[in-house]
């Protein structure tokens, strides 16, 4: 099993950054990849990056430029460096990490992008 902690989202300007966190503990050796994903109101999930254990990254192109995805593999922690937010933004965001067998999802975390 593993479990997913996500931090660090909150109300920002349109323009402004957030930096987001998830710590990811139990069964860390079966992580391969991990990801953020976003679900605003009314729409479904969708991803917004993901990294490989080897450094790896994937952006959605709503994204790409503005956000960056990093990990630290000592920390068990991946981040999600949000920049240049807009409006559109605005969404609850999720950590998931993959391993072979199963997905798993931290609680998510609410970013609110004000015009």
């Known amino acids: 099993q593993v479990q997913l902690v996500e931090s660090g989202g909150g109300l920002v300007q349109a323009g402004g950054s957030l930096r987001l966190s998830c710590a990811a503990s139990g069964s860390i050796f079966s992580i391969n990849a991990m990801g953020w994903y976003r679900q605003a109101p009314g729409k479904q999930r969708q991803l917004v990056a993901t990294i490989t254990s080897g450094g790896i990254t994937n952006y959605a192109a709503s994204v790409k430029g503005r956000f960056t995805i990093s990990r630290d593999n000592a920390k068990n922690t991946a981040y999600l460096q949000m920049n240049s937010l807009k409006p559109d933004d605005t969404a609850v965001y999720y950590c998931?990490?993959?391993?072979?067998?199963?997905?798993?999802w931290g609680q998510g975390t609410q970013v609110t992008v004000s015009s």
């Open positions: 998931n990490a993959n391993t072979v067998t199963k997905y798993y």
